[in-house]
């Protein structure tokens, strides 16, 4: 049974930042984040691939702000935010695609607010 699992989640003021992390427990290919504002869709963060050679995608909203990197011999995928918006806030969740499928965390809340 494959689990991802998110963590590091809060509330955090204007332009402060955070770290969120995705742990799946098993051989990832890539792992995305995506967030979900109330009212509105599922919307592509960020993705790094973790095979062969290490590649990064951002969404233009957090180009430049955000930043995903693998740590802990590669079995965790941090998502670091920095910069933070209000439009930031949302619930954030893992994607990890293992093979051909797709493994979802359960999200963790993200909100900005002074």
């Known amino acids: 049974q494959v689990q991802v699992v998110e963590s590091g989640g809060g509330l955090v003021q204007p332009g402060g930042s955070l770290s969120l992390s995705c742990a799946a427990s098993?051989?990832?290919?890539?792992t995305s984040w995506y967030r979900q504002a109330p009212g509105n869709e599922r919307e592509h963060v960020a993705t790094i691939t973790t095979r062969g050679r290490t590649t990064t995608y951002y969404s233009d909203p957090v180009k430049g702000r955000f930043t995903i990197f693998r740590d802990n011999g590669a079995t965790t995928v941090i998502l670091h935010a920095s910069r933070l918006k209000p439009e930031d806030t949302a619930i954030y969740y893992c994607?990890?695609?293992?093979?051909?499928?797709?493994?979802w965390g359960q999200g963790t809340q993200v909100t900005v607010s002074a």
């Open positions: 994607k990890a695609l293992i093979g051909t499928r797709e493994y």
């Open positions: 098993g051989d990832t290919t890539a």
